[in-house]
């Protein structure tokens, strides 16, 4: 009887064993599928993009003021889309710091359980809706209702509504990061603070905010990054105007703009104007990834543990 039982343990563990080998290696295969995908993907823009700066100095495209590669007269300074990306990308984090933060404060710190189950799920909502929604939204309300009551002279294609759009995109990004961020702060720290005579209003913006700071710094840095990256809020609302210019209420064309441009045909395959393209993309690329680094580098950094 013994023998039957030893017999099935030792059964049973070599099948556990073979689950949990089969599992290891299929995260490890998903984990190696996205590295590969981002090495083609940087090969990919390398390789055009070489054939573009072969073309135009490196020096013009990153201190050029004017940007005309789909003109007659073709110039190319980027500088012009980097300034209206990262105008757009300033005023969409002016909007989600703080009403993320709001909201992360109040979910982690304020909401009952019934609240918190009810109103979180609408937050997420706004990541979910489709970018296209938000560009008409803004494009035929947020600036012929709205934004000219206040602003009469404002151009119907601009970055100010484009930014604002964006910044109700990543409050998600802020507001969930945040939020777990402060509910991972011990409960100690604050029966602390209480036991003191703190109330709940000190406890959260002196106690609880500190020591959460290192999540909310990296929800910004993502957020910031996801700004950036978004293409079709700008290409519908911000418009296609490559100019350097630090008024919001004009049209301006942003980097990821530029991008969905050439991308829906304006520029034949093999040309200056079509391998420019890659040549954004990549710039665009290494803005991006360092900021996602340094995300990672401030959690791990400044995590404070308990």
């Given at each position: 009887?013994?023998i039957?039982?030893?017999?099935l343990?030792?059964?049973n563990?070599?099948?556990?064993?073979?689950?949990?080998?089969?599992?290891?290696?299929?995260?490890?295969?998903?984990?190696?599928?996205?590295?590969?995908?981002?090495?083609?993907?940087?090969?990919?823009?390398?390789?055009?993009?070489?054939?573009f700066?072969?073309?135009?100095s490196?020096?013009?495209?990153?201190?050029?003021?004017?940007?005309?590669?789909l003109?007659?007269?073709k110039?190319f300074g980027?500088?012009?889309?980097?300034?209206?990306?990262?105008?757009?990308?300033?005023?969409?984090?002016?909007v989600?710091?703080?009403?993320?933060?709001a909201?992360?404060?109040?979910l982690?710190?304020?909401a009952?359980n019934?609240?918190?189950?009810?109103?979180?799920?609408?937050?997420?909502?706004?990541?979910?809706?489709?970018?296209?929604?938000?560009?008409?939204?803004?494009?035929?309300f947020?600036?012929?209702?709205?934004?000219?009551?206040?602003?009469?002279?404002?151009?119907?294609?601009n970055?100010l509504?484009?930014?604002?759009?964006?910044g109700f995109?990543?409050?998600?990004i802020?507001?969930?990061?945040?939020?777990?961020?402060?509910?991972?702060?011990?409960?100690?720290?604050?029966?602390?603070?209480?036991?003191?005579?703190?109330?709940?209003?000190?406890?959260?913006?002196?106690?609880?905010?500190?020591?959460?700071?290192?999540?909310?710094?990296?929800s910004i840095?993502?957020a910031?990054?996801?700004?950036?990256?978004?293409?079709?809020?700008?290409?519908?609302?911000?418009?296609?105007?490559?100019?350097?210019?630090?008024?919001?209420?004009?049209?301006?064309?942003?980097?990821?703009?530029?991008?969905?441009?050439?991308a829906?045909?304006?520029?034949?395959?093999?040309?200056?104007?079509?391998?420019?393209?890659?040549?954004?993309?990549?710039t665009l690329?290494?803005?991006?990834?360092?900021?996602?680094?340094?995300?990672?580098?401030?959690l791990?950094?400044?995590?404070?543990r308990?």
């Open positions: 009887m013994s039957v039982v030893q017999g343990g030792s059964k563990l070599r099948k556990r064993r073979l689950i949990s080998t089969l599992i290891q290696n299929i995260t490890f295969l998903a984990a190696l599928t996205s590295t590969i995908a981002v090495i083609i993907i940087l090969l990919t823009l390398l390789n055009e993009s070489l054939a700066f072969t073309e135009v490196i020096l013009e495209y990153f201190t050029g003021t004017h940007w005309t590669v003109f007659l007269e110039k980027i500088l012009p889309l980097l300034n209206a990306t990262l105008l757009s990308s300033l005023i969409a984090l002016g989600a710091v703080p009403i993320g933060l909201i992360a404060i109040y982690g710190e304020y009952s019934k609240v918190k189950n009810t109103l979180k799920p609408i937050v997420e909502l706004l990541a979910g809706i489709p970018t296209v929604v938000y560009g008409y939204f803004a494009l035929y947020v600036t012929p209702q709205l934004l000219r009551i206040f602003l009469p002279n404002i151009q119907l294609n970055i509504a484009a930014g604002l759009m964006i995109l990543i409050i998600p802020v507001g969930s990061i945040s939020e777990d961020a402060i509910r991972s702060v011990p409960l100690d720290l604050r029966l602390a603070a209480y036991s003191v005579g703190a109330r709940k209003f000190e406890v959260v913006i002196k106690i609880v905010v500190p020591a959460a700071l290192s999540g909310i710094f990296a840095i993502l910031f990054g996801r700004a950036m990256g978004e293409t079709m809020i700008v290409a519908i609302v911000a418009g296609f105007r490559p100019i350097l210019s630090f008024n919001v209420l004009e049209s301006m064309e942003t980097m990821t703009g530029f991008i969905a441009q050439v829906t045909g304006d520029a034949p395959h093999g040309t200056i104007e079509y391998n420019s393209l890659f040549a954004v993309g990549l690329l290494l803005i991006t990834y360092p900021l996602n680094l340094l995300a990672l580098r401030v791990k950094k400044w995590t404070i308990y």
